[in-house]
Antibody, heavy 116, light 110 residues
Framework: VQLLESGGGLVQPGGSLRLSCAAS????????MTWVRQAPGKGLECVSV????????YYADSVKGRFTISRDNSKNILYLQMNSLRAEDTATYYC??????????WGQGTMVTVSS | QTVVTQEPSLSVSPGGTVTLTCGLS?????????PSWYQQTPGQAPRTLIY???IRSSGVPDRFSGSILGNKAALTITGARADDESHYYC??????????FGGGTNLAVL
């Protein structure tokens, strides 16, 4: 299993970014996927979950209405569109594969910094 | 709002045994919460240790074990080693397809 995030960077408050996670080594279209973030020096937070087909989606209250999770099962890619970014969204964002109600494989993460 | 609770910090002697716990601010943890445990060292991605209460992830040594102790989930580390010094996070699966992380336990081996 390999999960490779990209798309992080420095963005101004109110700006947008789209994160991608390229998946390989497993049947992507059969697995729920998640985005988990970690602010500097803080703990982990599950930001969003998407079912294998994309029909069921969950967002943490902290990002609801601003972030959109999606997936392209033909390309084995998971996305996170982040709009109206705030300073408190500054974090490392991890892509994780979900199995048995847990996170069973992780990417290395991509850093998002929201600052003027 | 439900909060998942963990000890902020614990310590264990090399070769010793330590138990980390994972509770709920209201209510008891049960196997229906499918507790899972993760290890994270600074600058690294989390590593999955335990899922579905007590199933070890591939490659995880049997020094790590998961269980339900009373009204909490527990991660027990036996024969502690210096490289077990890490942050440990638990996750509980809640209704509405929500996975809640605990605040993490900083484990020192000294």
């Amino acid at each position: 299993v390999q999960l490779l995030e990209s798309g992080g960077g420095l963005v101004q408050p109110g700006g947008s970014l789209r994160l991608s996670c390229a998946a390989s080594g497993f049947t992507f279209s059969s697995c729920a996927m998640t985005w988990v973030r970690q602010a500097p020096g803080k703990g982990l937070e599950c930001v969003s979950v998407i079912s294998d087909s994309g029909s069921n989606i969950y967002y943490a209250d902290s990002v609801k209405g601003r972030f959109t999770i999606s997936r392209d099962n033909s390309k084995n890619i998971l996305y996170l569109q982040m709009n109206s970014l705030r300073a408190e969204d500054t974090a490392t964002y991890y892509c994780a594969k979900r199995a048995y109600y847990a996170f069973d494989s992780w990417g290395q993460g991509t850093m998002v910094t929201v600052s003027s | 709002q439900t909060v998942v609770t963990q000890e902020p910090s614990l310590s264990v002697s090399p070769g010793g045994t330590v138990t980390l716990t994972c509770g709920l601010s209201s209510g008891s943890v049960s196997t229906s919460h499918s507790p899972s445990w993760y290890q994270q060292t600074p600058g690294q991605a989390p590593r999955t240790l335990i899922y579905t209460t007590n199933i070890r992830s591939s490659g995880v040594p049997d020094r790590f074990s998961g269980s339900i102790l009373g009204n909490k989930a527990a991660l027990t580390i036996t024969g502690a080693r210096a490289d077990d010094e890490s942050h440990y996070y638990c996750v509980l699966y809640m209704s509405g397809d929500i996975s809640l992380f605990g605040g993490g336990t900083n484990l020192a081996v000294l």
